[in-house]
């Protein structure tokens, strides 16, 4: 079933009845296609026949490590690892410990050589836990040749031999280079926006970077150029805790850019007269304080095209905005989100014939009444 949808009805995120859950679970128990080992279940379950099963998944926080010795065969192709504390994640440290005869370094880390490079035929690789990272980057993954699905959470940098996995698609946590297959990425540092790391991953697709605030000193005046990333259709830019307001002028994206989100850049109203340029910008959100300032005037010059979805979201000492029907011709629907201080939506959006919804949550009564008027001119229209 459908969870969430994009403003066009096209389906964002999946869920799944409880009840169909379960009965695909035994699905895959039956027909070997998935094994899990889950929190309910008193002993482990392994499958006999375990070369026939492929995929695993870990949904616990105990093992029996004496039953699951020899529980992953070499050609498992895909791997999930669940959990939600470093509590819960550590038995599964201490049973691949045991499963391995690995000797431990402390408590809370342990070393996984042996059970990365086991895995010869591996596709899928999820470690979904955010707190029990690695210190670093385990290099055996890099040897993972048929890998296409990696999310391993990690301190420091991304080793240079990440490019030898030539199949990769999706990376989730830190940068890459050298994967021309690469299209997804998230959790790419700012400091690794570079050309020549760009030109390594030209077929990337949805990319999302972080601004990190202890590294800020290396970011002063240099320019972030995206164009050679003619494929890039999804960006997300976060910025955290940054003394100093983030110029969305320092950014080059590419133009073939349909959604962009940004969080927390603090630049000015002024500055987003550079986010109009790009000719197929379709959906642009802007959350907490993205924007820095009380007013919002455009110029005639400033044409959102191809815009059909503009989200403002908790933009702090925002009460003014002027602009015209003629600044987004294509407009569909519109989302303010806990804009308090906005008194008034422009009058002249009652213009914009392919205006279809006015959303607002936690903002002020007149913003709101605005919205009426608006909604009443395109019925009187």
Known sequence: MAIKRRFNGEIRTCGMHDLLREFCLIEAKMTKFMHMERDE??????????????????????????????????????????????????PFYEFLDSLLGIARITRR??????????FKLLRVLAIFNKVERFRTFPLEITKLFHLRYLQVFFSGDIPESISELQNLQTLINHGGKGMPNLEELSGLCSLSCTTEVFSRIPNLKR?????????????????IDMSNLTKLVTLKCWEYDVPKPISIKMFVFPTSL?????????????????????????????????VKGGVWRLSDED????????????TTFFHHW?????????LKRLVLNNCHCLKQIPTDFGEICS???????????????SARKIKQEQQDM
């Open 322 to 330: 002027e602009a015209s029907s003629d600044n987004f011709p294509n």
């Open 109 to 118: 880390h342990y070393i996984l050589r042996d059970f990365f490079s086991r």
């Open 258 to 290: 349909k959604r962009l989100t940004l969080y927390e850049f603090r630049f000015p109203w002024k500055d987003i007269s550079t986010l109009a340029m790009l000719p197929n910008l379709e959906e642009l959100k802007l959350k907490y304080n993205a």
């Open 207 to 223: 990319l999302v970077v972080y601004e990190i605030s202890s590294r800020r000193e290396g970011m002063a005046n240099r320019l």
């Open 41 to 90: 279940l008193p002993v482990p379950t392994l499958p006999k026949e375990k070369h026939i099963v492929r995929r695993f998944s870990f949904q616990t926080e105990h093992h029996s490590v004496d039953a699951c010795r020899k529980l992953l065969p070499p050609v498992a192709r895909s791997i999930y690892v669940f959990s939600t504390s470093m509590e819960t994640f550590l």
């Open 355 to 369: 205006l279809e919804s006015i959303e607002l949550h936690y903002c002020n009564t007149t913003a709101e009444d």
């Open 303 to 314: 044409k959102f095209e191809s815009l059909k979805l503009l989200l403002i979201a908790t």
